[in-house]
């Protein structure tokens, strides 16, 4: 049975707690994400708000599907799946035309090719906002976030060696990076 794909739209606080759950389990038992404690939905909401003042948040949903309780659908409509934002990738001036994208999935949406559809349409979002380049970072090893940039178009640019230490390991960090294209010369 072939699944349609997820609606994407920009993300709004209200989708904090929904995002909140679905970065929390990354937080807590992985070492995918290096924060320790995971954000609450006040938290993920003020987080939200503050990467669509500059760059971009999307989130994937999906309708109930059939046999999800009717007080799930009435009560829930469409739930949050994923999503993909952008930050700042440093905080001098200089590096205002680059950004830092991340990726996140409800476990059960893993391997549905939504993480390909959030990042491509984020990507285009970025460069629609004027960016230039974007940076990713991974915990390595991480095959699915290593195939899901390289499939994107991020090249590999770099890897920083036990960088990270987080349920008593050190944990080393891959970058990627995918050139926009250039703005012109007199861009300010």
């Known amino acids: 049975m072939t699944v349609a794909a997820p609606r994407l739209r920009a993300a709004t606080p209200a989708d904090g707690a929904a995002c909140a759950a679905i970065y929390a389990p990354f937080v807590e038992h992985t070492s995918i994400s290096f924060e320790e404690r995971a954000p609450t939905a006040d938290e993920m909401a003020a987080r ?7 760059h971009a948040w999307l989130v994937a949903e999906r309708d109930p599907v059939d046999g999800d309780s009717a007080e799930r659908e009435a009560a829930n409509g469409p ?3 994923g999503y993909a934002y952008a930050g700042d990738f440093r905080a001098r001036s200089a590096y205002r035309f680059a950004c830092e994208s991340s990726v996140y999935l409800a476990d059960d949406e893993r391997g549905r090719g939504t993480g390909r559809l959030l990042m491509r349409a984020l990507v285009e979002r970025l460069a629609e906002l004027g960016f230039t380049q974007v940076v990713a970072g991974a915990t390595l090893p991480n095959p699915a976030s290593e195939r899901l940039h390289a499939s994107l178009g991020f090249r590999p640019v770099g890897r920083f060696e036990r960088v990270g230490r987080k349920f008593g390991r050190w944990h080393d960090v891959g970058f ?5 294209g250039a703005p012109p010369d007199s861009a300010s």
């Open 176 to 180: 990627w990076q995918l050139d926009l």
């Open 79 to 81: 739930r949050v799946v």
């Open 48 to 54: 939200i708000e503050r990467a669509l003042v500059r």
